[in-house]
């Protein structure tokens, strides 16, 4: 606090400077909790982001349902359940085996533009073989 104070020999007032740090308190509050919430946001974008794949596009392309079950068939042919690699063959025992711990008896499969449409016929093939009846094939909107 700056103001007047008498000396103690009464030389005339004297200058006492304190510093004031309630503003700048505040202030890195507000940016730690700004931080805070921005990680959060990219850690959640991080768990949410699939494998990248460029999707067909279709004129009623809604965004991708949360759903528990997605293959995602690469480019390159590669399947995925999730972010977990598996070949055709298992794919079908695998989808078995979520089905029986609870798993969401819907499929979605997201595939890319360049994957031959017999691949994706089989892996439908391995989805129906697995018991599973749902599917729904990932686009993105037009536009």
Known sequence: MIGPRSGARGRGPQLMAEINITPFTDVVLVLLIIFMLSASFIRAEEKQESLKVNLPAAAAGDPQPRQDLVITVRADGALFIGRDRISLRDLSGALQARRKAGSSDMVIIQADSRVLYDRIVAVMDAVK?????????????KG
């Open 129 to 141: 073989l697995a018991g599973l009846d749902r599917i729904a094939l990932a686009t993105e909107g």
